[in-house]
């Protein structure tokens, strides 16, 4: 298959809307990462965002709306504080998670009551939505478990031949995925943090609970509430490791054949090789580069990286939470 790259103009956006109405995929810009969007009502088109992507069956998709009134139309039993949530952070990235109306396929929910739905502020992804007048059921464009694509072009890197095509947008400016929300059980559950502070969350949603597998492993056998969080994730091929504390440049420093990745801050106390994922000062950059430093972290060819880890705050949660996981929850307090 040859896969179009599409500029973002008036004819570009008339020729993704095309191919999603006749059941293709195509990838699109967002403000968190790029999507592999497909019709969410058509199950044909749906089965080819898990072909090319290689993702797990039961792990469900997100449904990308641009008015409010699509809500209803496929999800149900929606309770008061969703539409409050609605109406402070769409469009954003926040993902709510409701009961589902039975106009959603078995395959978009992967089997589940419940739907994850989300209402993006990119401009090129609303016109899409709208100007094709369909949801859009959109993962990561990414391989599976390889980092989120943040930029065109890591999305021509990894899914180029195996989709019908990209549009060829700006770089995604929040840099991780949204917060996921679940408002469809008797109280509200933080499933994945993101561009929507936990913080935030809770000036609304006072008794907002936190998942456990946000922060830690789940153990063999126990079900995820977020099927996405169980699956190793994000990570580079280079073994990587997370480092907790403030001495991270006397640490690496006695490292060979690693490959640092550290704050702006630090940078200069560091004499191994080392990659600047941003500025601990302004944690909001440190979430739009780090899927970019996990790809760069794989051309450094060093055997180990060792990552500088956030403060588990504001956005930091949500960085915090990707790196753990690319890691494969190998954690070194300093
Ligand atoms: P991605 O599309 O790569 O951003 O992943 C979507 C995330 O949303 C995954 O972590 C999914 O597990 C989660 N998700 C999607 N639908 C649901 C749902 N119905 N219930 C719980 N989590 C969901
Ligand atoms: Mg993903």
Not at 141 to 158: C, K, L, Q, R
Not at 282 to 288: F, G, I, K, S, V
Not at 299 to 307: D, E, F, G, L
Request: charged letters at 20%; aromatic letters at 6%.
């Amino acid at each position: 298959m040859i896969t179009q790259k599409l500029n973002t103009d008036k004819s570009g956006i008339e020729t993704a809307c095309q191919i999603l109405k006749n059941g293709g995929v195509v990838g699109i810009p967002t403000e968190t990462v790029y999507g592999l969007a497909a019709n969410a009502f058509n199950p044909k088109a749906i089965e080819k965002i898990f072909g090319a992507k290689g993702r797990p069956q039961d792990n469900p998709l997100i449904v990308h709306i641009a008015e409010i009134e699509t809500v209803y139309e496929i999800a149900k039993d929606i309770p008061k504080t969703a539409l409050i949530c609605a109406e402070k952070f769409w469009p954003g990235p926040l993902t709510i998670v409701l009961n589902k109306t039975n106009k959603i396929p078995d395959c978009v929910s992967a089997g589940l009551s419940t739907v994850a739905i989300r209402m993006p502020s990119n401009q090129t992804a609303r016109e899409v939505i709208s100007k094709s007048g369909l949801p859009l059921a959109a993962p990561s464009a990414n391989i599976s478990g390889s980092p989120s694509p943040t930029t065109a072009e890591h999305v021509v890197n990894d899914l180029d031949g195996k989709i019908d095509a990209v549009l060829m947008g700006e770089n995604c400016n929040v840099g991780v995925e949204s917060t996921v929300i679940s408002l469809a059980g008797e109280k509200p559950v933080l499933l994945r943090p993101g561009g929507i502070t936990l913080e935030q969350l809770r000036e609304i949603l006072p008794d907002i609970t936190v998942n456990k597998a946000v922060l830690s492993e789940l153990e063999s056998g126990e079900t995820a509430a977020s099927p996405g969080m169980k699956y190793k994730h994000y990570a580079p091929k280079t073994e990587t490791f997370l480092v907790e504390g403030e001495n991270f440049a006397d640490f690496v420093n006695q490292k060979s054949n690693a490959v640092a990745v550290c704050f702006a801050e630090e940078e200069s106390d560091i004499s191994i090789p080392k990659i600047i994922y941003g500025e601990k000062a302004h944690p909001e950059t440190l979430a739009q580069n780090i899927f970019s430093v996990l790809r760069e972290v794989d051309n450094s060819n060093t055997k180990y990286a060792y990552i500088h880890a956030p403060e588990k705050d504001g956005i930091g949660l949500a960085v915090y939470n990707r790196l753990i996981r690319a890691a494969a929850f190998k954690v070194i307090k300093l």
